[in-house]
């Protein structure tokens, strides 16, 4: 039977140790200033690293933690509220890419789930404002 990632990654400790070591970088190189502003409006980082967790854990093939707690693993609805650029989509897959190699992840399915992590955080990228209001509408004057 094969593996599934969460297995091939080392299991929970090592994908909790990820997750950790990824929020670390957001919150210390300049790439992930903005997705910590982001953050920081929102439920926090401490939130975020408990639901990355429990999302990512099921998205590597482990329990689906994130679905038994909301009912869904639909990452664009998660993602719906908040403004994304590709600029902030490239600046995650740069700090996650220095999580992966923090953590002494490499190799070809390694690579793999790099190539799924970026497809996915390209259809993340969206038109919102700073404030989750389309770019397009621009402020509401009232």
């Not at 502003?37 to 939130?47: P, Q, T």
């Not at 329990?63 to 719906?80: A, C, T």
Request: net charge negative; glycine share 10%; hydrophobic share 40%.
């Amino acid at each position: 039977m094969k593996q599934s990632m969460l297995e091939q990654i080392g299991g929970e400790d090592a994908l909790r140790k990820l997750v950790n070591d990824f929020y670390d970088l957001i919150e210390t190189m300049p790439e992930g200033a903005e997705i910590k502003k982001m953050h920081d409006r929102g439920h926090g980082l401490a939130h975020v690293r408990l639901e990355q967790f429990n999302f990512m854990s099921g998205f590597l093939g482990g329990r689906r933690y994130y679905e038994e707690k909301f009912g869904h693993m639909d990452v664009k609805l998660m993602h719906e509220h908040v403004p994304i650029s590709e600029a902030e989509a490239e600046n995650w897959l740069t700090c996650m890419d220095k999580a992966l190699e923090a953590n002494g992840l490499a190799g070809p399915e390694v690579e793999r789930l790099r190539g799924v992590l970026r497809r996915v955080a390209m259809l993340l990228v969206n038109d919102l404002g700073a404030w989750g209001v389309p770019a397009t509408e621009g402020p509401q004057k009232t």
